[in-house]
């Protein structure tokens, strides 16, 4: 059987999770990111172990407090390979989680920890808050997948809202329940869902009309 990437981010969700991590996946350009009070883990995930994942380690090691690589449980781990492969992550500071994808249980082992080191800075609080953001939660390790970001969520929120009650303000959003930048989110418009009918008061265009309709089963729409 052939495994994607993606195959091994529920035993990893699973296992930060079970530690007590808010979990999610694919955030400012990080396959998982997990959060547990001022920490900041990162999991980088590949089906082998090359020299692109190891510089992806190294370049989020610059936001968070701890960095794991992520491959496939090797069939033999006492392999010579495998093991330069821990002496090297373990000389850079850098974990290493394995999942056994050749088991029906299919779960996830820290094998190397690499300890934490304190990263207060705009790109790890920027992570952070993106993982705070979100409702919903999307796989990580996937391509070619629209991502719900904390911001599209939000835009969400408004258009489902305003298609539920009619013509809304973003004070008359707000006592209903979304963020306080529901105004900042109608005038910047990014997605072209929001239309202003008359002073201060917002409707949803076409376009998310058919966007809600499209993606009316979607956990988050429901919710």
């Keep these: 059987m052939k495994h994607k990437e993606s195959d091994m981010y529920e035993p990893i969700k699973n296992l930060l999770v079970t530690q007590g991590f808010i979990v999610r996946g694919e955030v400012k350009g990080c396959d998982i990111a ?5 920490v900041l883990w990162v999991v980088e995930m590949k089906l082998s ?8 380690a190294m370049e989020r090691q610059a936001a968070a407090t701890s960095v794991f690589v992520a491959i496939p449980r090797p069939k033999n781990t ?11 992550l373990t000389k850079l500071e850098i974990g290493l989680i394995t999942v056994a994808l050749d088991s029906p249980l299919k779960n996830a082992e820290i094998l190397i920890f690499p300890g934490e080191k304190s990263r207060a800075n705009k ?13 919903t939660d999307t796989t990580g390790g996937v391509t070619k997948e629209k991502i719900n970001t904390a911001y599209r969520e939000r835009c969400i929120k408004i258009a489902s809202l305003i298609e539920a009650r009619g013509a809304s303000s973003a004070k008359d959003l ?9 105004g900042n989110i109608l005038r910047a418009n990014y997605f072209g869902w ?10 949803i265009t076409e376009s998310a009309r058919k966007y809600l309709k499209e993606n009316e089963t979607s956990p988050l729409i429901t919710y």
């Design 34 to 38: 997990a959060v547990q009070g001022d």
């Design 123 to 135: 790109k790890s609080e920027s992570i952070k808050k993106e993982v705070f953001g979100r409702l």
């Design 194 to 203: 929001f239309e202003k009918i008359g002073k201060g008061t917002y409707d």
């Design 174 to 182: 707000v006592s209903f329940g979304c963020e306080k930048d529901a």
């Design 49 to 56: 172990a090359n020299i692109t994942l190891i510089y992806q």
């Design 78 to 88: 006492r392999d010579s390979n495998f093991r330069s492969l821990q002496k090297l």
